[in-house]
């Protein structure tokens, strides 16, 4: 029984790509309702960032630079959770490689579909290959994957991206149905966020007031906007939830 205003109390949580934006977010969030975190992501200098607030704030983190997509990183990253507390209760799959636009005619295509899928897709599927076990014998636990409302829209320019999400989608489902046996919930969050690399899209491409006109709430959210679903979906709070998909993204994607 986890105490009020600690939802996370004593559980171990992975947070993938949480360097920056909305994995540093819900990373943080995690640590201020009780749980220790595993911190991944490819530059070390910005997890220790991340690291040191958590720390100030009097919580547990394992830091560790690792590639979304490759097969042994995330064997190592699941056997410091189980080496360093015995276990792993969530997994939050946040890393993926952001291909720029490119038409559908390009004969880059090919090339940035495989960097998206083996990032977002392989790499959201490597973890949960590694967890499972692990969550299968402690009776249950919470798997976190990162959807994006382009891969609803179609968004022309991002097919490599959109696909690769849909496709993380399908893996959501698929495994909440295989392992819903196990009690393990597996959910897809749809965010959008004034993360680094929005920002930097936003201001490159020019397309700010085009882009907000798709927000029902007429303003975009912040990485902070997003964690308060992803401590829902690690809690127990969130019991009877699994294979949804969820948007936290001011309305821009209704399903």
Same mark, same amino acid.
């Given at each position: 029984? !986890? ?12 947070? !993938? ?154 893996? !959501? ?14 959910? !897809? ?67």
């Amino acid at each position: 029984m !986890t105490i009020a205003g600690k939802r996370l109390e004593g559980r171990v949580a992975i947070i !993938t790509g949480a360097g920056q934006g909305i994995g540093e977010a819900i990373a943080c969030a995690y640590e201020s309702e009780g749980a220790r975190v595993i911190i991944s992501g490819r530059t070390l200098s910005k997890l220790e960032v991340v690291a040191s607030k958590i720390r100030a704030n009097g919580g547990e983190v394992v830091v560790l630079e690792a590639i979304a997509g490759n097969a042994d990183h995330a064997e190592m990253t699941v056997a410091r959770a189980i080496s360093n507390w015995g276990r792993v209760d969530v997994l939050v799959n946040n890393a993926h490689t952001f291909t720029d636009y490119l038409s559908l005619d390009d004969p880059k295509m090919a090339e940035n579909i495989r960097v998206d899928m083996e990032s977002g897709f392989l790499g959201s599927l490597q973890l949960m290959q590694c967890v499972f076990p692990h969550m299968r014998d402690a009776g249950g636990g919470s798997i976190i994957n990162m959807g994006s409302s382009y891969g609803i829209r179609c968004e022309p320019g991002f097919l490599a991206y959109a696909a690769s999400k849909e496709a993380i989608r399908t893996l !959501t489902k698929t495994a909440a149905k295989e392992w819903g046996q196990h009690k393990i919930r597996v959910n !897809t969050i749809l965010p959008s966020a004034m993360s680094p690399k929005a920002k930097w899209y936003l201001e490159q491409s020019k397309s700010y007031d085009q882009e907000l006109a798709k927000v029902s709430l007429g303003f975009f959210g912040e990485p902070e906007d997003i964690a308060p679903l992803a401590i829902f979906l690690a809690s127990d709070e969130s019991n009877y939830i699994s294979g949804q998909s969820i948007g936290a993204d001011g309305g821009s994607t209704m399903l």
